[in-house]
């Protein structure tokens, strides 16, 4: 299945617009990205947007925290936790990169390149990543939305952390960003464009496989004791 765990929500009619554009895509589930100041807000059109997207399209909600605060970032993962289907950290800054790979609450940390001129990852982070199983997102939009040197270094930081993935296996996510209809693209298309960057088709099936990882486990992460350990019920 085609997962899409970052599409830029606003309206619900803008939402509507995108969800159906998505489907006509080829996508067969996304998340609407809410900030921290909207994200209540999104949650409260829920029953309105299935009303008009049963049997569209499969959607949830994830929570984006644009922070540089780490106590802010921790105490609205925590506030948000059992709401949001899953949460997601805007990287760049080193500090906040390590913390969020440190928190198992947290289910990804997206463009840890951010405004860098690097990666934003090391062997130290890495193994962080592959500890607490958090994903690491990349950005289609930071392609499609940059041009000449500026998309080269953006192409050179994602293949920096192919190398990284590829020696320690932490989870790896690839998301549109999409801000309107013109940013979503086929899914062929999405997958043409991450395969000249040097994925293989594999690595990039096993991305969409990992986002569906995190819907499927915040489902149950009540019942999760801890990685790999799930409490069962005994019904007899």
Request: proline residues 1%.
């Amino acid at each position: 299945m085609f997962f899409d765990l970052n599409i830029k929500a606003s309206s619900l009619e803008n939402n509507l617009k995108l969800a159906r554009q998505a489907s006509n895509y080829g996508w067969e589930h996304i998340n609407f990205s809410y900030n921290q100041n909207e994200f209540q807000e999104g949650l409260n059109l829920k029953e309105e947007m299935q009303n008009n997207l049963n049997d569209i399209i499969n959607f949830d909600f994830t929570l984006e925290i644009k922070s540089n605060n780490i106590n802010e970032i921790r105490k609205l993962t925590n506030k948000f936790r059992d709401k949001a289907s899953c949460i997601s950290v805007v990287g760049g800054d080193l500090k906040v990169n390590r913390a969020v790979l440190e928190n198992v609450k947290i289910d990804v940390l997206s463009r840890p390149y951010f405004k860098r001129y690097d990666s934003g990852l090391n062997h130290v982070l890495a193994k962080e990543a592959v500890n607490n199983n958090i994903a690491i997102e990349l950005c289609f939009k930071d392609i499609l939305k940059s041009y000449l040197a500026p998309r080269a270094k953006v192409i050179s930081n994602f293949r920096d952390i192919y190398t990284l993935y590829r020696k320690f296996d932490f989870p790896l996510i690839l998301s549109s960003g999409a801000e309107s209809v013109f940013d979503i693209k086929t899914t062929h298309d999405f997958i043409s464009v991450f395969r000249q960057t040097g994925l293989t088709d594999d690595e990039i099936e096993k991305s969409f496989d990992d986002a569906e990882d995190i819907l499927d486990f915040n489902k149950n992460r009540r019942d999760f004791l801890f990685k790999g350990v799930r409490r069962i019920t005994d019904e007899a």
